[in-house]
């Protein structure tokens, strides 16, 4: 059977993400960017991980509505959640919580975050002035890269192999 990673994207981080748990998949794996196309049919898959950034403590709105109008057959698959955002440890582990309907985080065979990256560069100024509030910085370094956390793509893709 096989595996979609479907996930959505601001700033192509959490499409980062997707494709460092594409190389340690098993199988027959189909990626699919909420961004620029849509799921027409989720029947041929029998796992599904999903995927997107939390920004101010939001998920990706697409990651939110492709949750909630394939809630029933999720429910029915082998799923995997992930989030990509710059806290880690606990407060990740908050985010992702609150980031996806209940009955999906508590299917789900794993939920984790993957990592995270501010590029000031391809923010909007919008985004950049939130970004500095939040991190209360006032430099103006152009780039902060705490990156993938390989450790977790590994133990997730595991546990997706093995499920």
Known sequence: M?????????????????????NELDGKI??????????????GYEKIIIGGP?????LRKNVKQFCVDNLNI???????LYISCSMTGDDARKQIKNAFPEALYNRAVIKDYLGGEVNLEKARFFDRLIIKMVSKSDDNTSSRNNGICMD??????????NC
């Not at 189909?30 to 029947?43: K, T």
């Not at 939390?54 to 939001?58: K, L, P, S, V, W």
């Not at 999720?74 to 995997?80: A, C, D, N, V, Y």
């Open 152 to 161: 977790n793509v590994k133990r997730f893709a595991d546990a997706i192999n």
């Open 2 to 22: 096989s595996t979609l990673i479907v996930y959505g994207t601001k700033y192509s981080f959490t499409e980062k993400c997707a494709k460092a748990l594409e």
């Open 54 to 58: 939390i920004y101010a403590g939001q």
């Open 30 to 43: 189909d990626m699919i960017n909420l961004q620029i196309e849509s799921v027409n049919d989720l029947s």
């Open 74 to 80: 999720l429910l029915s698959k082998k799923i995997g």
